[in-house]
């Protein structure tokens, strides 16, 4: 096994690299979210930092704006109920 990063990664790789599917990759691609693939000669290639980046944009890992995980439906149940709460 390689030990070091791949510097740039051919589009099946990106895909498995982000772990998201095809359709999803390149719908963010078309929407400007993800970053144009690079040409060298005929290859399409991604630079692994611009997609790391771009990745972190998207998910608010830049400015630390993650949303919370929900761990179990009592999570869930939990917002409900404090939405509703609200609404009285």
Do not use: H
Not at 29 to 50: H, M, S, V
């Amino acid at each position: 096994m390689n030990k070091y990063k791949p510097y740039t990664l051919r589009e099946k790789d990106a895909l498995q690299y982000l772990n998201i599917g095809r359709t999803k990759f390149r719908e963010l691609i078309d929407a400007g979210r993800l970053p144009q693939p690079r040409a060298l000669d005929t290859c399409r290639l991604w630079r692994t930092t611009e997609l790391e980046e771009a990745l972190d944009k998207l998910i608010g890992v830049a400015n630390d704006n993650v949303a919370p995980i929900r761990n179990s439906w009592a999570d869930v149940l939990e917002d409900n109920t404090s939405q509703s709460d609200e609404v009285k």
